[in-house]
Nanobody, 124 residues
């Protein structure tokens, strides 16, 4: 069974940090581009970051640029999203998604697999 599982969410104060993990089972992430998305209540889903399958190129939304970093550990079949200097507006459910044979910069509905999401709450 092909599955993505996110973890690492939680409650953090403004200015704090979290590391989200996206672990794959049933397939090898090396061959997939991985996108990180988030959705806050009442808002549309937005892509916050992406790391491509081959070149490892990364992209970031303007709202997180300089604060978030995406990386992959192929040996652990896991992609990480390091989130620093968290703000109240970063509160959302965060999802990872995987797509084969494509790079970053595609529409979200082109991704093949999605995780169940992990809640990130930034609050004082």
């Amino acid at each position: 069974q092909l599955q993505l599982v996110e973890s690492g969410g939680g409650l953090v104060q403004p200015g704090g940090s979290l590391r989200l993990s996206c672990a794959a089972s049933g397939f090898t992430l090396d061959y997939y581009t991985i996108g990180w998305f988030r959705q806050a209540p009442g808002k549309e889903r937005e892509e916050v970051s992406c790391i491509s399958k081959s070149s490892g190129n990364t992209i970031y939304a303007d709202s997180v640029k300089g604060r978030f970093t995406v990386s992959r550990d192929n040996a652990k079949n896991t992609v990480y999203l390091f989130m620093n200097s968290l703000k109240l507006e970063d509160t959302a459910v965060y999802y990872c998604a995987a797509v084969a044979l494509r790079g970053c910069g595609i529409y979200s509905d082109e991704y093949d697999y999605w995780g169940q999401g992990t809640q990130v709450t930034v609050s004082s």
